[in-house]
């Protein structure tokens, strides 16, 4: 997530601003009330404690952690350091991911286990179609949401849960636990040749409605084919804020 924490916050104060349906009193926190903290693969050429200064270092106190900062297998002994590493820095890990999920309701549900000791609400996933009857027992059981993340397209091939309406038919019937962590990179990314296809992101958040569980914010420029600094690319930020507000979003950013 690259963002500017003024930008941010002159974007959410804008929003605020924008008309009846979002006045309300002066937020609690820096961020319009919104949580919002780091995807730790963003800091990925650092370890635990570099990523977790620099983490601290942006004022943010939240963190959606991935497996190559603290693998999955880790003992409980490790799960204990990380997190007194955690608190130290005071951020609190608030999800996990993103982690495939099958049909073998045994490895999904090790990686249950091993979010609830390590204390997040949410694991972001790119489960296959044959998970999902595991998925309801597991979240049922352990209160930890699952937010399905899009990667957008990869080389020729677009990922499979690519955008809202493919996702929110496939988890319909399923537990309303199970949900998205839509990534705004990805999907502008989906407007690239070959497959052109433009998707309004804060429509997507308003497909999702109440499924919405966490949101990668990203940037992109797809003239340049990279994802660039919040602000800079063609991410309609004041709508994607205000769709979150419109669908009373309480997850993380």
């Known amino acids: 997530m690259s963002l500017s924490r003024r930008r941010f916050l002159q974007t959410s104060a ?31 050429q650092f370890n635990l404690e570099q990523m977790l200064q620099r983490t601290q270092d942006l004022g943010l106190r939240y963190a959606e952690l991935y497996r190559g900062h603290v693998p999955t297998t880790s003992t409980d002994d490790q799960i204990r350091a990380v997190k007194t590493l ?26 249950f286990e091993f979010a609830r000791k390590l204390g997040v609400r949410y694991l972001s996933a790119d489960p296959d179609p044959n998970s999902f009857e595991s998925l309801d027992k597991l979240v049922a059981e352990f209160d930890i949401k699952i937010a399905i993340h899009p990667h957008g397209p990869t080389g020729k091939t677009m990922h499979r849960w690519h955008k809202a309406e493919v996702i929110l038919p496939a988890v319909r019937a399923h537990s309303e636990k199970i949900g998205t962590c839509i990534d705004t990179g990805h999907i502008i990314r989906c407007a690239q040749a070959p497959f052109n296809e433009k998707i309004d992101i804060a429509q997507q958040i308003r497909h999702m409605g ?26 309609d930020v004041p709508g994607v804020l205000r769709a979150l507000r419109e669908v009373k979003f309480t997850g993380y950013i």
């Open 210 to 235: 109440v499924r919405n569980y966490g949101l990668h914010l990203k940037d992109h420029d797809n003239d340049k084919r990279t994802d660039v600094v919040y602000g800079k690319g063609v991410l």
């Open 86 to 111: 955690m608190e130290k820095y005071r951020v609190a890990p608030i999800a996990f991911g993103v982690e495939r999920f099958t049909n073998n309701h045994d490895n999904n549900r090790a990686i």
């Open 14 to 44: 804008a929003v605020l601003a924008a008309g009846p349906a979002f006045a309300q009193a002066p937020p609690a926190n820096p961020f319009g009330n919104f949580t919002v903290g780091i995807q730790s693969y963003t800091f990925r």
